[in-house]
């Protein structure tokens, strides 16, 4: 089957076509083919770049709208405005192809590639990370959201993600220097199982884990 | 040849989550998810909690409008949607969806401008709407005057509020009396009961000097502290406030300003009609004093009822027909949610 993939959690604006082969019993490596990725690094430009990402990935596979089976997208967590952008492109795009959806943490994009105890952070903002702990590659318990120097004792062997890259000085482990994204292939074989028994399709509530800054407006939009 | 053109409109510049379907200049659905609840207790709109909901209620709120309308989305001829002005998280979602709507399903895309939107959505009762027309938009969020010569493309901005919109001045004077948020409907209510003239607030740049700079521009941060000082002397002295008689003096003040300015606006350009929009057209001393201005000198009102005048989809869908049937270019699939928009900006015909 032919899955759009989406994730807009980090400063990665990213859209892939992924085919999926399989029978429910099982991926491998042959699973799982990357027909088109296109991306781009740009915390502010998700409304204007992820749409032609699409379109971008849809011409270079040959492939329209039609032809796409499902759509799986990052659910977060992220910065809320950029994730919303994906989450509700990934929502309509499948509503209007008449396709189901399906959401997984863009945490686990990262995390399900590492090998032995890795702590997983993205940029929150704010001077925050998003973070998770993975012990190869499966997540313990729920991501959380906290400044870097308040991260608790992990036993982590390495960080990774932009958040650990970011504010690599002030982690207990060391971190890897390159920023790592959430790898789109991967979200795809997270939501394998539900791709391939035909799950119902999915409402996606993005992965907040902090309460809305309760500040109105400040005046008109001039 | 095909007849009147079937466009569905999304709205998410603010508070409420609207799709609009419209043939030609036919309303077939509007449907409404509006977050004003969640806002209230903070007392304006929280634009976080605005764009949360917007997520949430997006994709369902499509599926009404088509349900009302009895259609699917591959009856559409073009997707419209708000790229602002507007709160720019909320927009995002708007913009987002539309365009992958409209990547889905092949259907051309239109991103609009919130403000002639608010003009457009009148043909939706009232027909075509004569050319050139002055437009006096009320809002939360805006109060422009307007000049109309085509809306399809012509639209320009004769003056605006300086500082507070007229919409935020009547929330700011109903948290002074008690009243709940939004304020308008409340002070308009109380105001029923209460006398225009008990007290005579000032009317923001109307003075002769104003007049010059800012011929057709609203101040109404003046008035709402005039509003609270007179109030506090009130109470200093002891004495109550006499809620439905300042909501009514307040009001008065607003609306004589809004209507004289438009009325002003629209015999300086020879224009004969004006139209009302935007949430605070829904206010009814604001229609019965402009009807009554209008009718003195001449001139056609036109306002469609209040729903159609705070923000909802079918306004976005009425300006989305009309582009259409006007043969505008469609949008280009990478244009941004601009929460500052210029007004002059109808839609984003093949620019960004
Ligand atoms: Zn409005």
């Known amino acids: 089957m032919r899955v759009l993939a989406i994730d807009t959690a980090t400063s990665a604006v990213q859209a892939a076509l992924v085919d999926l082969d399989g029978n429910g019993d099982g991926l491998d490596g042959d699973d799982l083919f990357l027909t088109a990725f296109r991306r781009e690094i740009d915390g502010r430009g998700h409304v204007e770049k992820l749409a032609p990402f699409i379109e971008a990935c849809l011409a270079e596979a040959g492939r329209t709208a039609a032809d796409v089976d499902a759509v799986v997208a990052g659910i977060g967590p992220g910065p809320f405005t950029g994730l919303r952008v994906g989450m509700v492109t990934a929502a309509a795009f499948a509503d209007g192809a008449g396709i189901p959806v399906y959401g997984v943490c863009s945490l686990d994009g990262i995390g399900a590639n590492t090998r032995g105890r890795a702590l997983v952070a993205t940029d929150a903002r704010r001077k925050e990370v998003y973070w998770a702990l993975y012990e190869d590659g499966a997540r313990e318990g729920e991501p959380q959201v906290c400044k870097p120097s308040d991260l608790p004792e992990t036993g982590a062997d390495y960080a990774i993600g932009e958040g650990a890259s970011l504010y690599a000085d002030q982690l207990k482990v060391p971190a890897e220097t390159a920023p790592v994204y959430p790898d789109l292939v991967k979200l795809v074989e997270l939501a394998a199982p539900r791709l391939l028994a035909g799950a119902p399709s999915e409402q996606l509530t993005p992965l907040y884990l902090r309460r809305p800054d309760a500040q109105p407006a400040p005046g008109p939009p001039r | ?352």
């Open chain 2, 1 to 352: 040849m095909k007849s009147e053109p079937v466009v569905m409109g999304i709205e998410t510049s603010c508070d409420e989550t609207g799709v609009g379907i419209v043939r030609g200049t036919e309303l077939l659905a509007d449907a409404v998810a509006s977050s004003v609840e969640e806002h209230a207790r903070f007392g304006g709109v929280v634009p976080e909690v605005a764009s949360r909901a917007h997520l949430e209620a997006m994709v369902p709120t499509v599926q009404r409008a088509l349900d009302d309308a009895g259609l699917t989305l591959a009856d559409l001829d073009g997707i419209a949607v708000t790229a602002g002005p507007g709160l720019a998280g909320a927009l995002m979602v708007g913009v987002g969806a539309a365009k992958a709507y409209s990547i889905a399903t092949g259907v051309p895309l239109y991103g609009v401008n919130h403000l002639s939107a608010h003009i457009a959505v009148d043909t939706l009762e009232n027909g075509p709407i004569p050319e050139p027309a002055i437009g006096l938009l009320v809002s939360g969020g805006h109060s422009s005057i307007m000049l109309v010569e085509d809306l399809a493309g012509k639209v320009t901005q004769l003056g605006a509020s300086i500082d507070d919109a007229a919409g935020e001045a009547f929330d700011k004077v109903a948290r002074l009396l008690g009243l709940p948020f939004p304020g308008g409907p409340y002070i308009d209510r109380a105001a029923q009961n209460g006398d225009r003239a008990y007290v005579r607030f000032p009317r923001g740049l109307t003075a002769a000097k104003d007049m010059e700079r800012h011929r057709y521009d609203f101040s109404f941060s003046g008035l709402k502290t005039a509003v609270a000082r007179w109030i506090e002397t009130r109470r200093a002295d002891g004495e109550d406030v006499p809620v439905d008689d300042v909501a009514a003096a307040f009001q008065e003040a607003v609306c004589d300003v809004l209507t004289g300015k438009a009325i002003l606006a629209a015999k300086e350009h020879g224009v004969d009609t004006i139209l009302l929009g935007g949430g605070v057209a829904a206010n009814s001393r604001l229609r019965a004093l402009a009807t009554e201005r209008a009718e003195q000198a001449g001139i056609t009102l036109r306002y469609p009822r209040p729903k159609l005048c705070t923000d909802n989809g079918a306004m976005v869908a009425a300006l989305g027909s009309h582009l259409v049937a006007a043969g505008v270019a469609p949008s280009r699939i990478d244009f941004p949610a601009n929460s500052s928009m210029n007004i002059e900006v109808v839609s984003l015909a093949d620019r960004l």
